[in-house]
């Protein structure tokens, strides 16, 4: 057996995986996955502080900048990486992690300059964290009241930086929610800046399982599941939850035998959108790695003990490889079919011998304004000009799309931005340029799919937006269309 390294520098982890994201373009959330499966024997603690500092400082990356800037005689933009990356997670852990001690910041980052031969630069490490200490300890002292509250906080410590900074998004960004949606984007940025602190939402996949309601009630009793807010039925009849500890549940047999489904309640509502009846070909395009196409099949099973599996296409064989290894795991082998499809090519019909569908979920690549709060490495990696090449590659799919379903039919658009190039002004395109129109008994349903959170969505021109903030979930964005019927 391999003997455990006695001391593990959790700083150092962390500064290694900021790093990889800021230099050469890793994916936070799969880069921290690898990791945390690396130190599986970590204590839970040790591993939520990697965690922790590592989606924040990304998180607040251009405040802590910012912030840096305004003590230091070095830009942040000059520095060599390792001391850039290293400010960062340490300003981090001033500003925002109260339980770390400002020595144990301070004497950490200096052994790191040290242990990674950046020695003379130590006293420079040092006097700037130092002086952030002071600073944040001055603020704190004239504005008690800002303690709690981080934006306010770099409102007084940057107080000539504009909105984009003090929430820690691109200024393209902040001008774009700004323009859409000037009475909700304070409240949109202060849910980016909280999201990530959200329990994780889980989707309770219930044909052909039995009865499980006792299994729900021990984990709801144990503190690792609550019925979701927007949920709030019985346990017998609740579909989604919340998860403090996914760790803990995926440790469950009820979770390794396929009942449970990590889904945001923003991703849930495409499929309780759907108007499925008995009898119904379900089609989703740019599937992986199949949550929708499951929760679609779950659905349609309850109501059609022979239903027609749902057929879930992606690009590549790589992804849908994803969806066929969910496939198993969920015990849907039965119910869900792949194909490897590039979405934006005419001929799926005839490849899969098929007539067109009644429902076609198209749920597009998007720039993911709505994710911020859960991938924050978005901020730093979306640029202006991929809105336009995104919203140019959602034509091309819409427009094959459109030749999939039925007259009468469905098409469910889905994407998890908030720009509204992508979302409203394309489905305005669409219909202007192809047989549909929107449906307009969605509004109810979007309604009571999000139950009891009080909440119903903001209507667009077409479609709606969810709002981070305003219920417990990502922004998301959806609009159900019918085909017209030919005349």
């Known amino acids: 057996m391999n003997e455990q390294p006695k001391s593990i520098d959790l700083r150092a982890i962390a500064l290694d995986i900021l790093t990889e994201v800021t230099q050469n373009g890793g994916f936070l959330n799969r880069l921290?996955?690898?990791?945390?499966?690396?130190?599986?024997?970590?204590?839970?603690?040790?591993?939520?502080?990697?965690?922790?500092?590592?989606?924040?400082?990304?998180?607040?990356?251009?405040?802590?900048?910012?912030?840096i800037d305004s003590v230091s005689k070095v830009p942040v933009r000059k520095m060599k990486p390792f001391i850039r990356n290293l400010l960062r997670l340490s300003a981090y852990q001033i500003y925002e992690m109260d339980s770390v001690k400002e020595y144990a910041i301070c004497d950490e980052a200096v052994k790191l300059v040290k242990k990674r031969k950046f020695t003379p630069l130590s006293g420079f490490v040092n006097g700037v964290l130092r002086t952030l200490i002071r600073e944040r300890d001055r603020v704190l002292t004239e504005y008690p009241e800002v303690a709690e509250k981080p934006s306010e906080l770099y409102r007084k410590l940057l107080p000539e930086a504009p909105e984009s900074v003090i929430y820690g998004v691109p200024e393209f960004v902040y001008n774009l929610l700004k323009q859409a949606y000037p009475d909700s984007v304070t409240s949109i940025c202060e849910a980016f800046m909280e999201h990530g602190e959200l329990p994780t939402s889980v989707h309770l996949l219930r044909t052909d399982r039995g009865d499980v309601t006792a299994q729900i009630k021990d984990l709801i009793d144990r503190g690792i599941l609550a019925i979701h807010p927007c949920d709030n039925r019985s346990i017998e009849e609740a579909e989604m939850f919340i998860c403090p500890r996914l760790d803990a549940?995926?440790?469950?047999?009820?979770?390794?035998e396929g009942y449970f489904m990590v889904q945001d309640i923003s991703s849930a509502m495409v499929g309780r959108l759907l108007p499925l009846k008995s009898g119904d070909r379900v089609l989703e395009l740019c599937a992986s790695p199949g949550g929708k196409t499951f929760h679609a099949a779950d659905r349609l099973s309850r109501i059609d003990a022979n239903m027609h599996p749902v057929i879930s296409c992606d690009l590549s064989p790589e992804k849908t490889a994803r969806i066929e290894e969910n496939r198993e795991f969920y015990r849907m082998e039965d119910k869900v079919t792949t194909c490897v499809w590039d979405a934006t090519k005419a001929g799926l019909l005839e490849r899969l011998g098929q007539e067109a569908f009644d429902i076609v979920i198209a749920d597009v690549p998007c720039s993911g304004l709505g994710m911020l709060g859960n991938k924050p490495d978005i901020r730093h990696r979306l640029k202006v000009e991929d809105l336009k090449a995104l919203e140019a590659l959602q034509r091309e799919i819409l427009t094959q799309a459109s030749t999939y379903v039925k007259e009468g039919g469905t098409l469910l658009y889905s994407t998890c931005t908030l720009n509204p190039g992508e979302n409203a002004d394309q489905m305005h395109w669409f219909c202007e340029h192809f047989p549909y129109e929107e449906d307009p008994s969605a509004t109810q349903e979007l309604k009571e799919a999000l139950g009891v959170c009080g909440y119903a969505g903001y209507k667009e021109s077409y479609g709606f937006s969810l709002f981070p903030g305003d219920y417990p979930g990502e922004g998301f964005y959806l609009c159900r269309l019918t085909r017209k019927w030919s005349n």
């Not at 549940?249 to 390794?256: A, D, H, S, T, V």
Request: net charge positive; proline share 2%; hydrophobic share 40%.
């Open 32 to 67: 921290l996955r690898q990791v945390l499966d690396k130190y599986a024997y970590l204590d839970r603690r040790d591993r939520a502080f990697i965690s922790r500092l590592c989606i924040g400082t990304v998180e607040r990356m251009i405040t802590l900048d910012a912030c």
């Open 249 to 256: 549940l995926m440790e469950e047999p009820i979770y390794r």
